[in-house]
């Protein structure tokens, strides 16, 4: 087994940031590239030979260095293993050999010049796939940002605020489904397509919030998870079937993901938005950021990707921050979708327009939500707003609640500094 390595001349060397960065870039497209050749019933194939072949980098980089190729380094270790799996298996529905024709073919192009090409039309594919009406919303979800984002379960749960179990069950229900079922793995037809973006959407978003704010860890922010994002939301802004909102979602991640190298400090400390150093946001990714935005507005509708835009542009221009402006965004993204995460975030721009007493008016309809139970923002809000009133028992008791909540440890770090401080006053 270990001639089908191939292994190439080591050119650096080789260490866990490199091999998470390319399980983020190149797993889902490995994966969708694989499913696409095998079929979809066979995705667990797919994702067991390209796990297959991230086990075995791990195992060898650090030795041999990283391949000048690492990309079809990988490809070829997945393909290796996923031909020998198919030798081995006997529920293959007697259809082994065409299996291995198919993968045989690819292999021999993984050099090609459309190679990019074809991995960019294989990951649409897959996108597509993992929101199809025939599985449940919520299954869509925890589908794509295994299959196409690279999260594992644990991170998954993190960012849709459910537990592990559940998502599990989701992912096997789903797998399940598009086994038995057998979903094809290619674009849908005009009708099913516009169907699926707004799911497709709001995956790639909550793939881009898994980056900007890591749930555990020593590190805020994951700007490989941010960028891969990017990339998947300018490759959907970038098809036949683009849309404005398309354009404004990719707005949106762009103005965001220009304040990341100012979201904390040189010690890797959290950094407020209104304590940020302006002079180190990306100015590249902001004019980026605005040429979506211009683009996103030529048409006649106003999507939650619009609002959430348009606030992240009030941020980065020029001067104060309007947040009558940003308030008003708010009110209009509530009529569209009245999550109560984005009831939080109205609730901190109505304490900066009408006060910290108006802001804490707001939290208390949220206090019972099940989608913010342990959601340490909801406290961490709550006891700043208490703070500024000067009820600093109460603020203390609220950062001690948020504490206890899952969370980074540049935000646990925060949490204690602002509960600390309270007696301070």
């Not at 000048?68 to 380094?73: I, Y």
């Not at 198919?102 to 459309?114: G, N, P, S, T, Y």
Request: with cysteine; hydrophobic share 45%.
């Amino acid at each position: 087994m270990a001639a089908e390595l191939e292994i190439e001349a080591p050119t650096r060397n080789a260490g866990s940031p490199v091999l998470e960065h390319l399980f983020r870039r190149q797993a889902g497209r490995l994966v969708s590239c694989l499913a696409g050749l095998l079929g979809a019933q066979y995705l667990e194939l797919a994702e067991d030979a390209v796990q297959e072949a991230m086990l075995r980098a791990a195992q060898l980089w650090p030795f041999h260095g990283v391949p000048e190729k690492p990309e079809g380094w990988l490809f070829r270790v997945a393909h290796n293993y996923a031909i020998s799996a198919l030798r081995r298996g006997v529920s293959f529905e007697g259809k082994t050999d065409r299996l291995i024709a198919a993968l045989e073919v690819r292999k021999q192009r993984i050099d090609d010049l459309d190679i990019e090409r074809g991995l960019q039309d294989d990951e649409l594919c897959m996108i597509f796939m993992c929101c199809h009406p025939e599985l449940s919303s919520d299954a869509r979800v925890a589908l794509s940002l295994k299959l196409v984002g690279g999260f594992g379960v644990d991170e998954i749960a993190r960012i849709l605020l459910v537990e592990e179990a559940t998502i599990a069950q989701r992912l096997v229900r789903a797998k399940r489904l598009i086994r038995e079922r057998r979903l094809p793995l290619v674009l849908p037809r005009d009708g099913e397509l516009r169907e699926r973006v707004d799911s497709v959407l709001e995956v790639i978003y909550l793939m881009f919030c898994g980056g900007y704010a890591a749930g555990v860890g020593e590190e805020l922010i994951r700007k490989d998870v941010c960028m891969e994002a990017l990339r998947l939301g300018r490759l959907i802004a970038a098809s036949s079937f683009a849309t404005p909102k398309m354009d404004a979602l990719v707005a949106l991640m762009a103005l965001q993901a220009a304040r990341l190298p100012a979201r904390t400090d040189a010690a890797g400390e959290l950094v407020l938005l209104e304590e940020q150093d302006r002079g180190l946001w990306d100015e590249g990714l902001i004019g980026l950021g605005f040429r979506y935005f211009e683009r996103s507005i030529a048409g006649d509708e106003v999507s939650e990707w619009h609002l959430q835009a348009g606030i992240a542009a009030n941020y980065a221009k020029a001067g104060d921050i309007d947040w009558k402006e940003i308030l008003s965004q708010y009110d209009q993204l509530v009529a569209i979708t009245d999550s109560p995460v984005v009831r939080l975030n109205r609730a901190v721009a109505v304490m900066r327009v009408y006060g910290a007493a108006a802001g804490l008016a707001e939290l208390d309809v949220l206090e019972g939500s099940p989608a913010l139970r342990g959601y340490h923002l909801l406290p961490a809000v709550r006891g700043r707003m208490l703070a500024e009133l000067g009820r600093h028992v109460e603020a203390e008791m609220a950062f001690r609640e948020a504490l206890g909540c899952e969370c980074s440890e540049p935000e646990r770090r925060f949490l204690e500094k602002q509960r600390l401080a309270c007696f301070a006053r």
